[in-house]
Protein backbone atom coordinates (compact mmCIF):
# COMPACT_ATOMS: atom_id res chain seq x y z
CA UNK A 1 0.00 0.00 0.00
CA UNK A 2 2.76 2.62 1.09
CA UNK A 3 4.76 1.59 -2.50
CA UNK A 4 1.46 2.43 -4.53
CA UNK A 5 0.66 5.40 -2.68
CA UNK A 6 3.73 6.56 -3.45
CA UNK A 7 4.08 5.90 -7.22
CA UNK A 8 0.51 7.67 -7.06
CA UNK A 9 2.17 10.96 -5.50
CA UNK A 10 4.78 11.39 -7.67
CA UNK A 11 2.40 11.30 -10.68
CA UNK A 12 0.30 13.94 -8.76
CA UNK A 13 2.89 16.46 -7.89
CA UNK A 14 4.15 16.03 -11.67
CA UNK A 15 1.09 16.67 -12.76
CA UNK A 16 0.66 19.49 -10.61
CA UNK A 17 4.52 21.29 -11.78
CA UNK A 18 3.97 20.20 -14.96
CA UNK A 19 0.67 22.63 -15.03
CA UNK A 20 2.32 25.65 -12.96
CA UNK A 21 4.96 25.30 -15.50
CA UNK A 22 2.53 26.04 -18.31
CA UNK A 23 0.68 28.53 -16.67
CA UNK A 24 4.12 30.74 -15.89
CA UNK A 25 5.53 30.25 -19.74
CA UNK A 26 2.01 31.45 -21.13
CA UNK A 27 -0.05 33.73 -19.89
CA UNK A 28 -2.84 31.69 -20.53
CA UNK A 29 -1.65 28.25 -19.53
CA UNK A 30 -1.50 27.12 -23.17
CA UNK A 31 0.73 24.06 -24.10
CA UNK A 32 1.05 22.28 -27.97
CA UNK A 33 0.19 19.65 -29.71
CA UNK A 34 3.21 17.77 -28.13
CA UNK A 35 1.27 18.30 -24.61
CA UNK A 36 4.86 20.22 -23.85
CA UNK A 37 4.72 24.12 -22.42
CA UNK A 38 7.03 26.42 -25.16
CA UNK A 39 9.88 27.36 -23.18
CA UNK A 40 12.67 29.99 -24.67
CA UNK A 41 15.36 29.14 -24.08
CA UNK A 42 17.84 32.14 -25.38
CA UNK A 43 17.81 35.75 -27.88
CA UNK A 44 20.64 36.72 -29.11
CA UNK A 45 22.30 39.37 -29.18
CA UNK A 46 21.12 41.44 -26.86
CA UNK A 47 22.70 44.47 -28.00
CA UNK A 48 22.05 46.68 -30.69
CA UNK A 49 22.27 49.86 -32.20
CA UNK A 50 19.29 52.62 -32.67
CA UNK A 51 18.44 52.94 -36.07
CA UNK A 52 20.05 49.80 -37.60
CA UNK A 53 18.98 46.64 -38.14
CA UNK A 54 19.82 43.61 -36.18
CA UNK A 55 19.30 40.02 -36.97
CA UNK A 56 18.09 38.32 -33.88
CA UNK A 57 17.79 34.33 -33.08
CA UNK A 58 15.52 33.02 -30.62
CA UNK A 59 16.38 29.44 -29.40
CA UNK A 60 13.52 27.39 -27.42
CA UNK A 61 11.51 24.06 -26.85
CA UNK A 62 8.11 23.46 -28.00
CA UNK A 63 7.76 26.96 -29.75
CA UNK A 64 4.30 27.84 -32.10
CA UNK A 65 5.84 27.92 -35.00
CA UNK A 66 3.71 31.47 -34.84
CA UNK A 67 6.45 33.06 -32.43
CA UNK A 68 7.04 36.27 -33.32
CA UNK A 69 9.28 38.88 -31.55
CA UNK A 70 8.76 42.69 -30.36
CA UNK A 71 11.16 45.61 -28.95
CA UNK A 72 9.30 47.94 -27.54
CA UNK A 73 10.53 51.25 -29.24
CA UNK A 74 11.41 49.55 -32.41
CA UNK A 75 10.02 47.81 -35.71
CA UNK A 76 10.05 43.95 -36.36
CA UNK A 77 9.87 41.88 -39.65
CA UNK A 78 8.22 38.97 -39.77
CA UNK A 79 10.49 35.95 -38.68
CA UNK A 80 11.86 33.42 -40.75
CA UNK A 81 13.18 29.83 -40.62
CA UNK A 82 10.45 28.99 -37.54
CA UNK A 83 10.55 25.22 -36.09
CA UNK A 84 9.85 24.74 -32.59
CA UNK A 85 13.53 24.59 -31.99
CA UNK A 86 13.54 28.85 -32.93
CA UNK A 87 13.45 31.13 -35.62
CA UNK A 88 15.26 34.30 -36.73
CA UNK A 89 13.56 37.84 -36.91
CA UNK A 90 15.35 41.25 -38.21
CA UNK A 91 14.32 44.37 -36.32
CA UNK A 92 15.45 47.79 -36.21
CA UNK A 93 15.63 49.04 -32.68
CA UNK A 94 13.99 53.21 -31.97
CA UNK A 95 13.97 55.47 -29.21
CA UNK A 96 17.29 56.67 -27.16
CA UNK A 97 19.80 54.70 -25.57
CA UNK A 98 19.18 52.26 -22.91
CA UNK A 99 17.08 49.03 -21.68
CA UNK A 100 14.37 48.14 -24.01
CA UNK A 101 12.17 45.16 -23.29
CA UNK A 102 11.83 42.38 -25.66
CA UNK A 103 8.71 40.78 -25.71
CA UNK A 104 8.67 37.02 -27.19
CA UNK A 105 4.61 35.66 -28.33
CA UNK A 106 2.96 32.78 -29.71
CA UNK A 107 1.69 34.92 -32.20
CA UNK A 108 1.27 39.00 -33.03
CA UNK A 109 -1.42 40.36 -30.47
CA UNK A 110 -4.00 40.79 -33.28
CA UNK A 111 -4.05 37.05 -34.20
CA UNK A 112 -4.23 36.48 -30.09
CA UNK A 113 -0.93 35.75 -29.35
CA UNK A 114 -0.17 34.63 -25.77
CA UNK A 115 3.20 35.35 -23.71
CA UNK A 116 6.24 33.68 -23.95
CA UNK A 117 8.88 35.30 -22.21
CA UNK A 118 11.04 39.04 -21.88
CA UNK A 119 14.21 39.83 -22.58
CA UNK A 120 16.08 42.94 -21.38
CA UNK A 121 18.00 44.82 -24.85
CA UNK A 122 20.84 46.56 -24.44
CA UNK A 123 20.06 49.97 -27.06
CA UNK A 124 23.12 51.95 -27.77
CA UNK A 125 23.30 55.42 -29.83
CA UNK A 126 23.82 55.22 -33.48
CA UNK A 127 27.69 56.55 -34.19
CA UNK A 128 28.04 59.31 -36.84
CA UNK A 129 28.91 57.87 -40.05
CA UNK A 130 31.92 59.75 -41.26
CA UNK A 131 31.02 61.52 -44.48
CA UNK A 132 33.58 61.12 -47.58
CA UNK A 133 36.00 64.04 -47.17
CA UNK A 134 36.20 66.38 -50.56
CA UNK A 135 38.65 68.60 -51.92
CA UNK A 136 36.25 70.45 -53.90
CA UNK A 137 32.20 71.58 -54.45
CA UNK A 138 30.44 70.62 -57.39
CA UNK A 139 28.55 73.59 -58.79
CA UNK A 140 25.11 73.80 -59.43
CA UNK A 141 24.61 73.57 -63.11
CA UNK A 142 22.82 76.75 -63.38
CA UNK A 143 24.86 78.48 -66.27
CA UNK A 144 25.65 82.53 -67.58
CA UNK A 145 21.95 82.02 -69.30
CA UNK A 146 20.14 81.59 -66.16
CA UNK A 147 19.80 84.72 -64.32
CA UNK A 148 16.51 86.90 -63.26
CA UNK A 149 16.15 90.44 -63.62
CA UNK A 150 13.59 92.43 -61.24
CA UNK A 151 10.09 92.08 -61.62
CA UNK A 152 10.14 88.84 -64.14
CA UNK A 153 10.55 85.26 -63.84
CA UNK A 154 11.64 84.80 -67.08
CA UNK A 155 15.59 83.41 -67.97
CA UNK A 156 17.80 86.13 -68.73
CA UNK A 157 21.89 86.10 -70.00
CA UNK A 158 23.89 86.86 -66.19
CA UNK A 159 25.82 89.93 -68.51
CA UNK A 160 23.01 91.76 -69.14
CA UNK A 161 22.53 95.11 -67.23
CA UNK A 162 18.94 93.81 -65.65
CA UNK A 163 20.15 91.02 -64.16
CA UNK A 164 23.41 92.35 -62.89
CA UNK A 165 21.05 95.38 -61.21
CA UNK A 166 19.04 93.12 -59.68
CA UNK A 167 22.42 90.89 -58.20
CA UNK A 168 25.89 90.90 -59.45
CA UNK A 169 26.05 87.54 -57.69
CA UNK A 170 23.91 85.27 -58.65
CA UNK A 171 24.30 81.66 -59.47
CA UNK A 172 24.57 81.70 -62.93
CA UNK A 173 27.04 84.26 -62.56
CA UNK A 174 29.69 82.88 -60.50
CA UNK A 175 31.36 79.19 -60.47
CA UNK A 176 32.54 76.28 -62.12
CA UNK A 177 29.36 76.49 -64.42
CA UNK A 178 29.90 79.42 -65.74
CA UNK A 179 33.63 79.25 -66.45
CA UNK A 180 34.10 75.76 -67.56
CA UNK A 181 31.52 75.26 -69.10
CA UNK A 182 32.40 73.63 -72.50
CA UNK A 183 31.05 70.80 -71.41
CA UNK A 184 34.17 68.62 -72.58
CA UNK A 185 33.91 66.36 -69.27
CA UNK A 186 30.94 67.15 -69.04
CA UNK A 187 27.92 69.42 -68.34
CA UNK A 188 28.10 73.23 -67.36
CA UNK A 189 30.90 72.77 -65.45
CA UNK A 190 30.62 69.37 -63.88
CA UNK A 191 33.15 66.52 -64.61
CA UNK A 192 33.54 63.45 -65.26
CA UNK A 193 36.23 60.23 -66.65
CA UNK A 194 36.29 56.88 -67.03
CA UNK A 195 37.80 54.65 -64.12
CA UNK A 196 41.31 52.68 -65.37
CA UNK A 197 41.89 49.42 -65.24
CA UNK A 198 44.94 48.50 -62.89
CA UNK A 199 46.99 45.68 -64.18
CA UNK A 200 46.95 43.99 -61.38
CA UNK A 201 43.42 44.17 -60.99
CA UNK A 202 42.90 42.20 -64.45
CA UNK A 203 45.91 41.63 -66.20
CA UNK A 204 44.38 40.65 -69.56
CA UNK A 205 41.71 43.14 -70.54
CA UNK A 206 43.29 46.68 -69.91
CA UNK A 207 41.81 50.60 -70.32
CA UNK A 208 39.19 51.99 -68.93
CA UNK A 209 35.91 50.57 -67.56
CA UNK A 210 32.79 51.05 -69.39
CA UNK A 211 30.25 53.91 -68.43
CA UNK A 212 27.97 51.40 -67.23
CA UNK A 213 29.94 49.62 -65.02
CA UNK A 214 31.82 52.96 -63.12
CA UNK A 215 32.53 56.70 -63.56
CA UNK A 216 34.68 58.96 -61.71
CA UNK A 217 33.73 62.37 -60.77
CA UNK A 218 37.15 64.56 -61.01
CA UNK A 219 35.61 67.25 -58.58
CA UNK A 220 34.86 65.27 -55.80
CA UNK A 221 37.20 62.18 -56.05
CA UNK A 222 33.92 59.81 -55.76
CA UNK A 223 33.68 56.72 -58.16
CA UNK A 224 30.00 55.99 -58.80
CA UNK A 225 28.66 53.03 -60.04
CA UNK A 226 27.25 53.30 -63.12
CA UNK A 227 24.35 50.61 -63.41
CA UNK A 228 21.04 51.66 -61.65
CA UNK A 229 19.35 49.09 -59.93
CA UNK A 230 15.88 49.05 -58.92
CA UNK A 231 14.79 48.31 -55.71
CA UNK A 232 10.86 46.00 -55.39
CA UNK A 233 10.67 45.92 -51.54
CA UNK A 234 8.60 48.23 -49.51
CA UNK A 235 9.93 51.70 -47.59
CA UNK A 236 11.49 51.24 -44.03
CA UNK A 237 13.18 47.95 -42.88
CA UNK A 238 12.34 45.55 -45.97
CA UNK A 239 14.04 48.53 -48.77
CA UNK A 240 17.12 48.46 -45.92
CA UNK A 241 17.80 44.95 -45.87
CA UNK A 242 17.48 45.13 -49.86
CA UNK A 243 19.62 47.96 -50.40
CA UNK A 244 22.39 46.82 -47.87
CA UNK A 245 22.40 43.20 -49.67
CA UNK A 246 22.64 44.86 -52.97
CA UNK A 247 26.07 46.44 -51.60
CA UNK A 248 27.33 43.80 -50.01
CA UNK A 249 26.76 41.75 -53.38
CA UNK A 250 28.61 44.70 -55.37
CA UNK A 251 31.23 44.39 -53.17
CA UNK A 252 31.72 40.73 -53.58
CA UNK A 253 31.67 41.03 -57.11
CA UNK A 254 34.37 43.06 -56.89
CA UNK A 255 32.83 46.21 -59.32
CA UNK A 256 35.83 48.02 -61.52
CA UNK A 257 38.00 46.30 -59.23
CA UNK A 258 36.98 47.46 -55.63
CA UNK A 259 35.34 45.89 -52.54
CA UNK A 260 34.73 49.62 -50.79
CA UNK A 261 31.25 50.27 -52.76
CA UNK A 262 28.39 51.52 -50.22
CA UNK A 263 25.37 53.38 -50.22
CA UNK A 264 25.63 57.63 -50.71
CA UNK A 265 24.82 60.01 -48.60
CA UNK A 266 22.15 62.30 -49.33
CA UNK A 267 24.82 65.19 -50.26
CA UNK A 268 26.62 62.99 -52.27
CA UNK A 269 23.91 61.83 -54.53
CA UNK A 270 23.01 65.44 -54.73
CA UNK A 271 26.43 66.91 -56.50
CA UNK A 272 25.25 64.12 -59.21
CA UNK A 273 22.44 66.84 -60.10
CA UNK A 274 22.66 69.19 -62.29
CA UNK A 275 20.10 72.32 -61.71
CA UNK A 276 20.72 73.90 -64.72
CA UNK A 277 19.18 71.16 -66.95
CA UNK A 278 16.88 71.60 -69.71
CA UNK A 279 16.52 67.90 -70.50
CA UNK A 280 12.32 66.97 -69.21
CA UNK A 281 13.68 64.16 -67.53
CA UNK A 282 17.03 63.99 -66.42
CA UNK A 283 19.22 66.68 -64.13
CA UNK A 284 22.10 64.14 -64.39
CA UNK A 285 24.61 63.84 -66.93
CA UNK A 286 23.29 60.88 -69.12
CA UNK A 287 26.19 61.22 -71.69
CA UNK A 288 28.39 59.57 -68.71
CA UNK A 289 25.42 58.02 -66.34
CA UNK A 290 24.18 55.83 -69.20
CA UNK A 291 21.73 53.94 -67.62
CA UNK A 292 19.53 56.93 -65.82
CA UNK A 293 16.77 56.29 -65.11
CA UNK A 294 13.60 58.37 -64.52
CA UNK A 295 12.69 58.55 -60.60
CA UNK A 296 14.38 58.79 -57.09
CA UNK A 297 17.19 57.53 -55.86
CA UNK A 298 18.16 55.62 -52.50
CA UNK A 299 20.41 57.36 -50.05
CA UNK A 300 22.69 56.24 -46.91
CA UNK A 301 20.98 59.21 -44.89
CA UNK A 302 18.18 58.32 -42.17
CA UNK A 303 15.38 60.61 -42.30
CA UNK A 304 15.25 62.14 -38.27
CA UNK A 305 10.99 61.64 -37.78
CA UNK A 306 10.77 58.25 -38.80
CA UNK A 307 15.06 56.52 -38.63
CA UNK A 308 13.10 53.46 -40.66
CA UNK A 309 12.95 55.56 -43.99
CA UNK A 310 15.50 57.41 -45.74
CA UNK A 311 15.98 60.73 -47.21
CA UNK A 312 15.52 60.16 -51.64
CA UNK A 313 17.14 62.30 -54.24
CA UNK A 314 14.86 62.81 -57.89
CA UNK A 315 16.93 63.37 -60.87
CA UNK A 316 13.99 63.98 -62.82
CA UNK A 317 14.11 67.64 -61.46
CA UNK A 318 16.98 67.07 -58.70
CA UNK A 319 14.05 67.34 -55.32
CA UNK A 320 14.57 65.82 -51.89
CA UNK A 321 11.84 64.06 -50.43
CA UNK A 322 11.49 61.06 -47.53
CA UNK A 323 10.71 57.60 -47.93
CA UNK A 324 7.73 56.64 -47.70
CA UNK A 325 4.54 54.41 -48.53
CA UNK A 326 3.85 56.35 -52.02
CA UNK A 327 7.89 56.23 -53.05
CA UNK A 328 7.73 54.07 -56.24
CA UNK A 329 10.57 53.86 -58.58
CA UNK A 330 12.70 54.08 -56.18
CA UNK A 331 16.69 53.18 -57.69
CA UNK A 332 20.20 52.69 -56.19
CA UNK A 333 23.62 53.87 -57.25
CA UNK A 334 26.25 52.91 -55.43
CA UNK A 335 29.51 55.34 -55.03
CA UNK A 336 33.17 54.90 -53.18
Same mark, same amino acid.
Given at each position: ?7 F ?5 G ?6 L ?11 ? !? ?18 I??F??S???? @?????L ?22 TP ?9 TL ?20 A !? ?7 V ?6 G?? !?????A???D???SC?? @????A ?29 V??Q ?11 A ?5 K ?6 V ?15 R???A ?6 T ?20 S???YGS??L ?20 T??? @? ?10 T ?9 ? !? ?6 L??
Amino acid at each position: MGTACGHFCQRLLGALAFSALAACVGGDGQVQS !SGQAPIVLSVTPLTATIGDISTFTVSGLNL @PLTATLSIANGSCLTPTNRTASGFTVSCTPGGVAGSQLITLSSNTVANGGYWLSTQTLAATA !SALTPLTVVNLLVDSGVN !SGQCYAAGSDVLVSCIS @PTAIALNDRQDGMTGRDVTSSDGAAGQAGLSYSTVIRQASQNPVVLGPYAKAECVKDNITGLVWQGKSTALVALPGDARNLEAKALEAATNAAALCGFSDWRLPSRTELQSLVNYGSLDLYFSIDTVWFVDARIGAYYSATRYA @PNLKNVWLVDFTRGSLAPDSNA !SSGVYVRLVR
